[in-house]
């Protein structure tokens, strides 16, 4: 009785991906890996504070910065809150199927795409790597000991609910499990972003998924 | 729905061929171009989803159509794809296309008009369910490998790539509950822009809104209205006050500072303008005496500008501007505008110091914390040149912490003497600025204290003066010799804030010691101003000038754009310099010759030595008529200033 009590628990403790065949995954399960699981991360991130007109000329700019993650965002209060989430690891996309969610944020060529949802929008309109172009180059993957991955383009995304930026990073970046931990950290307009994603965890089926 | 290979597509085509070879693209990937239509009207779609999803590995490449309808892939492997175009309001438009390595191929997307309400519903509900059936597909063989495959070697597996290409589904957001339960936010910090990091807005000489509610995408306009009341304890008659370039009336309400403008801004190109009106408008250009040389109404053309320029900004480091034109100068720390800053009468060492500056400035941000400015100029606080050589210098800005500022300005080269060609002067200025008490109250209490130190030191050398003096008499034939002529001074001012910034309180002065008076401000004695000087108070090599002030400030802020303040100052010179009862104005009201002594009668002596004067006049002290002069100026003050 007492084995079994604990087989019990154990099991119940353990996540969906790693207790359950992916055919008896719910769609919770699904859900859940999307939201809150090694690869998809509930973020609170803060904002930087918004200059005036004469700060901004203080600091050698003029006007106040417009796009991404700036827009629409005037009323939101000092964080807002995100998910970060690695597109291209394989329970994600199992995840996606069992959950019946559609329009992924589609990013040309091959990489590791990362994404950030529920950036509030102001409905802006033009082409996806447009927009996204700007946040290229204030975002990064960091392991300790090795130099910072940039990623290769970046693309923005609108939706209903907010804009989606989709960021692809370069297959060579070589990530492996020896990097035992990785930084995911952006800047997205007014949001700073950083979160820390467990490699250790990233398995699934035996195998490092990113 | 029809592919076409070498079809008209006159743009595309003549693309596709110089995209393979300036892109340098390897051989093992083609390139498919195309253009989406409207197929009713034939026009090109723009914004269309284009989706291009190999048939062979379940993979998938997204693009937008152009303005023009136009798109293009050009990086896919070889193969099987489906191509297809999807746009609100039109029916999903697809095309089979066969990829090969290094080769282009061209496809024309006809899109239907949708039946309002039903079609986009049925593309989409046919879209999902393609793309489920595609994962299902993928599913199943995963889950196939997974149970037969062995867990492999960790040296194996230590680093995965992810697979070719993602498959279909997609994302959705998470919902925000979930994402709720996320940990709280650290304060998140600009480390790109220059003087992001941190709320600035304490400075002394800053603007401390937080908001900037007339920004537009282009224009960001400004508007300030500054109103004073002033009481002098020595109530001149004639309501006319020396000695400062912020109060000038007593008695009165006055307009002091209205300024309308704002800030031009389109992509890198910026400019700046702000129209100046009120007393300052006269005030300030009657302090500079360049106009004096040459020829053309300079005055004129400048007094109602305070700033104006234009200049471009490059994406250097954090920010590299050139601007061209008149600006601000914060030699002496304090803002121009009365409303930025801590007090309303600053000392000597801000008040006798310039305003502005015309000439050409680099601004460079080497770090978000530093900024180096150097300037180009006429002279100091000049419209014009006065004699042969620009002004050099440049200001140096840093704020290491965000409760710390230091702030240096340097000044040189220049020769800024009417007719004294040969006479240079240097300048330095150099403030800190520290917050030494943060802590905001939910109550009443103080929440903030910062205070302010500056010091000043300058010198004019050459045609009858030096810096340090000791050379002896000035030698014409030489040059050199003569008294010292020199500016030492410094301020010092502590400010509290209570109520959650609603009051503040500020308490500060300085000392100042400049034989020669080179930068002591020329009395407006019968309409006296900086060109024509004034007999009775005279600018001489040796010539004493020693001052000290003091004032204590509260003012009342319940709006980030409204200020009440009022103010008690006391300031004190080691000869006559403030206006007395008896006032500044000759009887009868200025005679047109400020220049000149003025006799008992109000008439111009036409003279400016004393004793010719006293022969013009008629004989004896009693005929020459004397402004009235103190050593003291008490002054309590009244301001409401604007802000928008």
Known sequence: MKLLLTVLLLSAADPSWKGKPVSDWTEQDARQILTDSPWAKPVTAGLTRIQTEDERREGGDMGQPHG??????KRAPGFVRLAVRWETALPIRLAELKARVIEPPTVEGEGYKIAVYGIPGAFLKGDPLTLG????????????????????????????DGMVVVYLFPLSAEISRKDTVIDFEAVIGRIVLKQSFDLQQMQFQGRLEL | MKPIFMAPFARVWAAIPFLFGALSFGQGIGLVGGIARDAASGKPLA?????????????DNATVTGADGVFTFTHLEPGSYEVAGTKKGFRKSSVHVEVAAARAAGVELPLQLAPEGTAPAADREAQLLDRIERLEKRLAAVEGNSASAAPKPVAEMASVKPPAAAPDPAPAAPTVPMAAAAA??????????????????????NSRQHDTPL???????????DTFYGEDFNQPKDHSMGGSSEVFRNNEVQLEDLSIGGDFHV???????????GMFSATTVRNDASPAVGQWDVRAAYKYVSEAYGGYHFNVN???NVDAGIFVSYVGLFSYHNFDNWAYQPSYVSSNTPWFFNGVRVQWFPTHHLKIEPWFINGWQSYNRFNGHPGIGGQIKWTPKPWLEVLGNQYGVGDDNIGLPNRGRYHTDDSVEVKYYDKPKEGNGLDKMAFTLTGDAGCETGEGVTCHGGHGPYDPVTGKGGPKQSFLGYMAYNRWWWHKDLYAFTLGGGQINNPGRYLALVLPINGADAISGTPYFPSYPGAPFKAYDGTATFD??????????????YRHTNVPYWSGRGGITPPGGNNGSPADFVCATGASSGQTILAAAEAACGGGRSSVWYPDLREGQALLNFAIMVKF
Do not use: C
């Open chain 2, 215 to 225: 920004d537009t995408k282009y224009f960001s306009p400004e508007f300030r209205a």
């Open chain 2, 184 to 205: 709280p936010a650290p304060p998140a910090v600009d480390l790109q822009t220059p003087f992001a990091d941190y709320d600035w807005t304490w400075l002394n000489g």
């Open chain 2, 47 to 59: 914004e269309a989803q284009i989706n291009a999803h190999n048939l062979d590995k379940g993979t």
């Open chain 2, 556 to 569: 009342w802020m319940p709006s980030q754009f409204f200020t009440f303040r009022t103010e008690f100052g």
């Open chain 1, 68 to 73: 991404v993650g700036v827009d629409g965002m």
């Open chain 1, 133 to 160: 172009n700007p946040l290229k180059k204030l975002a990064a993957l960091k392991r300790e000991g090795k130099k910072d991955v940039k990623p290769s383009s970046a693309e923005v995304f609108q939706r209903q």
């Open chain 2, 318 to 320: 954090h920010g590299l």
């Open chain 2, 267 to 277: 992509g890198n190109v910026r400019g700046r303008v702000l129209m100046l009106f």
